[in-house]
Every structure is written in structure tokens, then in C-alpha cells.
């Protein structure tokens, strides 16, 4: 997406100076008219973008979490936003963060409302939190709002430190497993295989199998490597397609054990985020396409917009929700008696809750069942490599007594 460097005028009669990121030059005089904002000059900015990104790939969700936690809490002691974003620029680890913080003071205190200055940070600062914060200073809630952001994110590093935890061991051991397993193949059975040569007489079969294994792969491993590096690579491209990207979900949410837990994360950010979005203020359309856009997944996303269309007809919510595997009967029927209710945001936060629980206690199983699998693994596999070599060993022994 490019950047454009512009300069404009506010309501007041200010001149502002600014850059952002916009899909088009006609998309972004369209985004600063709806703000009330008279056009002066726009140009496009690449040296600013190439920075934009740089900086944005510097900046993690801890880095956001504790900016938006510093934030709420000096807001709400009643220090002015701009001495706010003065401060918290000067204490950021993150330098590239802090550069950013400086820049929304610098905006702020130039005329942009905060919501117009997080704007033009695009790639730090999400669409869930710039329409949060524009809700907040269009109803003068913003030390409450900001508030909200600060738990929601909160929330949202707890909860991917914990798919993290639960999907970081288990693929780390099995990967080690697997290379001791293929070192063992390829560098130590082949020394045997000479010993067993010079013995001669035919040897047990799963000898053999274990001498065949050996051959295929100092033969091919470099082959297969190969191969493994393509099929990588392919799959990293395919999933930054439409369909591509469709298909990756689909597979990964039909994955055992790994697919549930995927599944109850996926749920319980949905309610998360929606839930915050309306109790904000933010009206629910607008809600819905924040929701979609930031599900991380295309089936939830897919989900999300069909019930946005049929909230756009005049239908209830719960009905497209319905017909996806993603949300469960029970979210869909709690989801339901919220909005007959009136109480659609304090539905959806039970939810989340709910589904937080789940997420800890689907976690705590995998890791207690992961264990005993990856032990019994390493036992089968080193135990019937080590058999097999001994096998013939244990012959010769037994002929010569």
C-alpha cells in the first residue's frame, strides 16, 4: 500500500502536515474529506513508506499492550493527551515505537484529533483500535475506551502466549526427534553395516528393513530436503492468496487436537473483539467488518461478512452463524438470546470467557497428553533401531556358544 505525504487544513483553519497509507491517491482525499479536512497538496512518500514498514515490523503486540495500558491509566488521571504522548514518547524501549509515539504528539498537538493521528499508522495500530478510539472522543469516553483497549489487548497477548506455549514444545521436540532419528539412519546404522558384511549369513529381517531404510536415505535425503524446502516455500505463497489462504484454514481447522484448539481461540477472539467494539459504541456494520478483517481466519472472516449482509437486510446475527462449523451450537444460541435481549455485548463477553477457559484447559490436556506420546515415539523408534542392529549380534553370539 502506498504512502502519500500531504499537507491540509482543519476545521479551525490549522494547517496539518501528515502522511499515510492509502490504496490510491483519489482513496485518500476521499478519507480527508470525510474528516472535514480541505486539501492542500498530496504527493506520494515511498521513503516514508519503506520506513513505515520497517518500523511496523518492529513493533509487537507487548510493546502496543503496555503503550495502551500507560496510556488509559494517564488519561485517566486527567493529564493532558498531548503531555500524555510526550511522556510515553520519551520511555518507550521500542525506538522505532517511540519515533511513532512522537509523531501522533507531534499530530495532536498540530490540530488531528488522536483517532485522525493513529490513522495514519495503518500498520501498528489496527482498525479496532483507531474507530475505538474515534468512538471514544466522539462520546468524550475516552479515558474509558482506552481503557477497554488496553484489557482487550491484554487479553489478546494472553491468549497467543498460550497457543504459542501449546504448539511451540510439541513441534520442537517432535523436530528433534526426528533429526536424531534421521542421524541415527543416515551416520551411525551404516557403520554397522560393514561389521555385518564381514560376519556374513543372511540377516533378520528387520534388519534388513532398517540397512533398506538406511540406503534410501543417504541416498535421497538430500533429494527430499530438497523437495521438503519447495513444498515450504510453495505452501508460504499459496497462503497469501485468496484461495489459497481458504484452503490453509480449512485444513488447519480440521487438524486433530491442534484443530480444536485453533477452533476455541478462533471463537473466543471473535466474541472478544465484537464484544468491545459495541459496548464502545462502535456501531455494529462497522463492527463487523473490523471483526472480519481482524479474525485472522478466512472461514471466520467468510462467517463474519455473511452475517453482516444479513444484518444489512434487516436479519438477526445468528442465523449465518449457524450454518459455519466454526461457531458452535451454544454460541450460536447464547449469541441469539442476546440480541432478543438487547445485551448483545454482555453475551458475547461471557463468551469469551468461557471460551478463555477452554483455550487454558484444552492447552494444560494437550501438553499433559503430548509428553507420554513423544516418549512412546522416541522408545519405538530409537528402541527398534537399536534392536535391529543388535539382532544380528545376538545371532552370531548364540552360533558361536
Request: net charge positive; hydrophobic share 45%.
Given at each position: ?10 476545521s ?6 501528515g502522511?499515510?497509507d492509502?490504496?490510491?491517491r483519489?482513496n ?40 495502551s ?6 488519561v ?13 514518547g520519551?520511555?518507550?524501549e ?27 499508522h ?19 469516553m ?13 487479553k ?17 521436540v ?106 464502545s ?20 472472516e ?11 437486510e ?21 449469541i441469539?438470546?442476546?440480541e ?6 454482555k ?7 468461557f ?34 542392529i ?5 545371532k ?6
Amino acid at each position: 500500500m502506498p504512502n502519500f505525504k500531504y499537507t491540509v487544513k482543519n476545521s479551525e483553519g490549522k494547517t496539518v502536515n501528515g502522511n499515510a497509507d492509502a490504496k490510491s491517491r483519489e482513496n485518500l482525499i476521499e478519507l480527508l474529506r470525510k474528516e472535514d479536512f480541505t486539501i492542500i497538496s498530496i504527493e506520494e512518500d515511498a521513503n516514508v513508506q519503506q520506513k513505515s514498514v520497517a518500523a511496523a515490523k518492529k513493533v509487537k503486540l507487548e510493546d502496543l499492550v503496555i503503550f495502551s495500558r500507560q496510556l488509559a491509566t494517564m488519561v485517566e488521571a486527567g493529564i493532558p493527551l498531548v503531555n500524555v504522548l510526550d511522556i510515553l514518547g520519551q520511555q518507550v524501549e521500542n525506538k522505532a515505537f517511540g519515533e511513532t509515539v512522537k509523531k501522533l504528539k507531534d499530530d495532536v498537538e498540530t490540530g488531528s484529533s488522536f483517532s485522525q493521528a493513529l490513522a495514519k499508522h495503518p500498520r501498528i495500530f489496527s482498525a479496532l483500535y483507531i474507530n475505538m478510539v474515534r468512538a471514544g472522543e466522539s462520546s468524550g469516553m475516552l479515558d474509558e475506551i482506552l481503557n477497554r483497549v488496553a484489557v482487550y489487548l491484554e487479553k489478546t497477548a494472553t491468549l497467543q502466549r498460550k497457543v504459542k506455549s501449546a504448539m511451540v514444545y510439541p513441534i520442537a521436540v517432535i523436530t528433534i526427534s526426528i533429526a536424531i532419528t534421521i542421524f541415527l539412519l543416515v551416520k551411525v546404522v551404516p557403520t554397522f553395516k560393514g561389521i555385518f558384511d564381514m560376519l556374513g549369513g543372511s540377516l533378520p529381517l528387520p534388519t534388513q528393513i532398517l540397512l533398506g531404510v538406511s540406503d534410501f536415505l543417504r541416498k535421497w535425503f538430500v533429494y527430499g530436503l530438497v523437495g521438503v524446502i519447495v513444498a515450504v516455500i510453495a505452501i508460504v505463497r499459496g497462503s497469501k492468496t485468496e484461495s489459497g489462504k481458504l484452503a490453509l484454514d480449512t485444513i488447519v481447522l480440521k487438524l486433530p487436537v491442534f484443530g480444536n484448539i485453533i477452533k476455541k481461540v478462533s471463537v473466543a477472539k471473535f466474541s472478544r473483539t465484537f464484544s468491545t467494539l459495541v459496548k464502545s459504541g462502535v456501531p455494529i456494520l462497522s463492527s463487523l467488518d473490523i471483526v472480519a478483517k481482524t479474525s485472522g481466519n478466512k472461514i471466520v472472516e467468510k462467517a463474519v461478512n455473511n452475517a453482516k449482509k444479513a444484518v444489512q437486510e434487516g436479519k438477526n446475527l445468528a442465523d449465518p452463524l449457524s450454518k459455519t462449523s466454526v461457531f458452535p451450537p451454544m454460541v450460536v444460541r447464547m449469541i441469539s438470546v442476546g440480541e432478543q435481549a438487547g445485551e448483545l455485548e454482555k453475551m458475547l463477553s461471557k463468551i469469551a470467557d468461557f471460551y478463555d477457559e477452554q483455550v487454558d484447559a484444552a492447552v494444560d490436556g494437550l501438553t499433559s497428553l503430548i509428553e507420554p506420546m513423544i516418549i512412546l515415539f522416541l522408545g519405538v523408534i530409537v528402541g527398534g533401531i537399536v534392536l535391529a542392529i543388535f539382532m544380528p549380534i545376538f545371532k552370531i553370539t548364540e552360533i558361536l556358544g
